[in-house]
């Protein structure tokens, strides 16, 4: 009998997206293929079920002042990877990519795969040249889109045969909710007739691109009088997003529910799902709606145009073109039919292309091929 292989995840944290993608992948992985550890910097969520083990890092000690605390923060990754030998260290964000690849060179850990979320939009000069010097040392990069991947190979000199793309996926059927819409549309004061506009974003992201959709609400309005829009999400942000509200006089069709656990239940009751981000790797809030079967009205870039069929699932749109994006979902809220057989192929889509099951077995694959040395 083969024995699994054994992957330790390191990341800084659980939260957003890619958190939740990996539990969602390590969930629907087959454990007879893989055994799996998570270290990360910090906990995760008190509604989580955590399908694997999981260590959060305690702090090093020491003077936090960089690059103290990070040297600390190797030398305890070292002692800890040397004593449980993974066969793979599998790490996500910038610094846990650092510290595999100089685990990696100092003997620590054997192989080295990554994960890149985004196209690196917030990375300076110094990230970039960190990475640049040590582009040798992971054994995979994993693309959550082609646009991920070309700015992974434009920006780091990798060997191109190193960078893969698997693109973020999801269980093809929604999980099943509170059916009672009514009473959530009592709670939001929004009545039957009014079309639901919503975007789903972290408030504390300016690359999520939030005060854009905020702006774009007056527009929307002098056409689409009777539509209504949820912004959930959360973050520090909310006082000054709530007095953008204010300034901008759509206090009364604007709803900011704050972060929910029940966010399944507001695809179910969204007509349209927007998405004015900066940049964006493979979002999986548009799976999710896709999932929905609602339409979507996202900014054109990153992996978006890789979700998004324009004219089939939804539209593109520049970001920050506020103009542009107003019309895009003035047509959809104006057009009923069109919003019905747009949903009807996202949900095609994500059954065809987007699965979790996919990514489960493109990710063995992958560590198949590095055990073997290709």
Same mark, same amino acid.
């Given at each position: ?6 992957? %330790? ?9 890619? &958190?939740?993608? $990996? ?12 055994? !799996?550890?998570?270290?990360?910097? %910090?906990?995760? &969520? ?46 996500? *964000? ?17 192989? $080295? ?17 960190? $990475? ?8 995979? @990069?994993?693309?959550?889109?082609? !646009? ?15 960078? #893969? ?26 009545? &039957? ?12 992201? +300016? ?15 002098? !056409? ?26 759509? /206090?009364? #069709?604007?709803?900011?529910? &704050? ?9 179910? $009751? %969204? ?24 339409? @979507? ?7 978006? +145009?890789?979700? @998004?069929? /324009?004219?089939?699932?939804? *539209? ?11 019309? %895009? ?12 057989? *747009? ?10 292309? *987007? ?20």
């Amino acid at each position: 009998m083969i024995s699994p292989m054994k992957v %330790a995840y390191l990341l800084s944290d659980l939260g957003g997206g890619t &958190g939740h993608h $990996l539990l969602e992948m390590l969930r629907h992985r087959p454990s007879e293929t893989w055994d !799996a550890e998570i270290v990360s910097e %910090a906990g995760h &969520g008190p509604h989580m079920v955590l399908p694997v083990k999981h260590e959060i890092l305690t702090a090093p000690g020491g003077p936090a002042r960089y690059p103290v605390r990070q040297l600390l923060r190797l030398r305890q990754l070292e002692r800890r990877f040397r004593t449980t030998q993974p066969e793979i260290l599998h790490t996500y *964000f910038f610094w846990s990519i650092l510290y595999g690849r100089l685990l990696k060179l100092r003997g620590s850990v054997r192989r $080295l795969v990554e994960n890149r979320e985004d196209v690196g939009f917030d990375f300076g000069v110094h990230e970039v040249a960190w $990475l640049s010097a040590t582009r040798h040392l992971p054994d995979r @990069v994993i693309c959550v889109s082609e !646009a991920v991947r070309q700015a992974v190979l434009q920006r780091e000199g990798i060997t191109p045969s190193k960078v #893969v793309v698997v693109r973020n996926g999801i269980q093809p059927e929604a999980p099943s909710t509170d059916p009672r819409l009514d009473e959530l549309r009592e709670d939001l004061d929004i009545a &039957g007739q009014n079309p639901v506009v919503m975007m789903v974003a972290n408030y504390d992201r +300016p690359v999520k691109g939030v005060t854009w959709f905020l702006d774009a609400i007056p527009a929307i309005r002098r !056409a689409m009088p009777q539509a209504r829009y949820i912004l959930l999400g959360g973050g520090k942000r909310q006082a000054e997003l709530r007095e953008r509200v204010r300034r901008l006089g759509i /206090e009364d #069709v604007l709803r900011m529910p &704050g972060f929910r656990d029940d966010v399944q239940r507001f695809y179910e $009751l %969204a007509d349209l799902s927007v998405l004015t981000s900066l940049s964006e790797g493979l979002s999986i809030t548009i799976l999710e709606s896709m999932r929905h079967g609602v339409p @979507v009205v996202a900014t054109r870039v990153g992996g978006n +145009p890789e979700l @998004v069929r /324009e004219g089939r699932t939804g *539209f593109l749109v520049p970001p920050r073109d506020t103009e542009r994006f107003s019309a %895009a979902v003035v047509q959809l809220l104006r057009d009923r039919a069109l919003r019905e057989r *747009f949903g009807a192929e996202a949900k095609s889509v994500v059954r065809r292309d *987007f699965t979790l099951e996919r990514v489960v077995e493109s990710y063995a694959e992958i560590y198949r091929a590095v055990l073997a040395g290709g």
